[in-house]
């Protein structure tokens, strides 16, 4: 995604209130306070919203919450996934968090809570206790800080490597051409 926008995911029924919603709408407050029109949450799952919706305008934010609805596994989750920036798995309970293995599969950063199979799959310093929003905004920031500079410094790889490409291609054809012109005299 683009330098001014911060894509976060979920996945999981929307009537799991387990799943760590309420934790996430209270941690997008949070942001949308401190950093206006630059996150915004997507969930993708079956049931209803109703819930999730009603708690998101309680708190101010369900301008920044886009519900993908129900995709099909694999190809569309997987195109979806690579367009997220951060997943979030902040369950108050888990056994196999299949969601978050799927997103760290797709290279999404991710920050979840120490519960259940959770804690195995991410670095220790992206999880959280359960419920709190305050250390889930601590991460989400710190990831987006460091998405950033990951993808400038990318973005300065690549350069780095067309140029050493293009200026070393200039230098190999021309000894070539010297090569051949001195096979050519003999």
Known sequence: S?????KLGMIGNYNVAYKGYNTALRTLKRLECNHPGFYRLELVGGGSKIEIMKQAKQLGVDHCIK?????A???EIFLWLDTVDIFLQPSETEG??????EAISRGCAGVGSNVGGIPELLPCDMVINPKDYIQL?????EL???NRLISAS??????AQEYEYSYLKVKRDSFYK???QELNND
């Open 2 to 6: 683009s330098l001014n926008k911060v």
């Open 67 to 71: 519900f993908r609805g129900v995709l």
């Open 73 to 75: 596994f694999p190809e």
């Open 96 to 101: 196999k968090p299949r969601a978050l293995i």
């Open 137 to 141: 905004e601590a991460k989400i920031v």
């Open 144 to 146: 987006s800080a460091k």
């Open 154 to 159: 990318n973005d300065s790889f690549k350069i």
């Open 178 to 180: 010297r090569v051949k």
